[in-house]
């Protein structure tokens, strides 16, 4: 019983931050965060959704702790590591710390398993780099991009990295 209130709290939580109501979803979270009994699993997953409404409602600088500690408690968890690194980068991102913020999507892309989160994780990547003109700062200067892919793909265990350029050029991703 106690799961099942607990799982549904959480999923109040998270339609009331799915609506775009952050200053409610932020509360319902940290209620949850108050609660007796938690696993470490749960506590990481809350401190992850206060952090991401508290970017969403600009105060990226406070997120930040929330999740360092997020990681901590998930240490043993790769897919929530992953995840909980996807939501740090953007964090940082908004603060301009762009190589930050590289080096966590670098960690998460190295944690996923999944080719479909690999994909969305790249994507996200990618969007991220245009979202802040970073390709205009380096003058779209193609061997900075392969440097920068280098850079995250040399973390991800499963892909070699001649794998890696040979797949990235058959799906147009880097371009000579």
């Excluded at 799961?3 to 409610?24: C, E, G, P, R, W």
């Excluded at 969403?56 to 690194?85: E, M, T, V």
């Excluded at 940082?92 to 960690?107: F, G, N, Q, R």
Aim: with cysteine; aromatic share 12%; hydrophobic share 35%.
């Amino acid at each position: 019983m106690v799961n099942q209130d607990y799982a549904s709290a959480f999923n109040k939580a998270l339609n009331i931050y799915t609506d775009k109501q952050y200053v409610s979803a932020l509360h319902a979270f940290q209620s949850l965060l108050k609660r007796k009994g938690l696993s470490a699993a749960q506590e990481a997953q809350l401190n992850r959704r206060i952090a991401n409404c508290y970017v969403q409602l600009g105060n990226s600088s406070k997120a930040l702790p929330l999740y360092d500690h997020a990681l901590q408690l998930a240490q043993d968890d790769d897919y929530s590591r992953c995840w909980i690194f996807e939501s740090k980068a953007n964090a940082l991102a908004s603060l301009d710390k762009y190589d930050e913020a590289i080096d966590c999507y670098a960690e998460a892309i190295k944690l996923v398993n999944d080719p479909e989160d690999l994909e969305y994780l790249e994507q996200q990547f990618h969007e991220l780099m245009s979202k802040y003109e970073l390709y205009k700062v380096h003058g779209n200067f193609p061997e900075w991009k392969k440097d920068i892919l280098n850079k995250i793909l040399k973390s991800k265990k499963q892909l070699e990295e001649d794998d890696f350029w040979q797949s990235a050029q058959g799906k147009n991703i880097i371009k000579d």
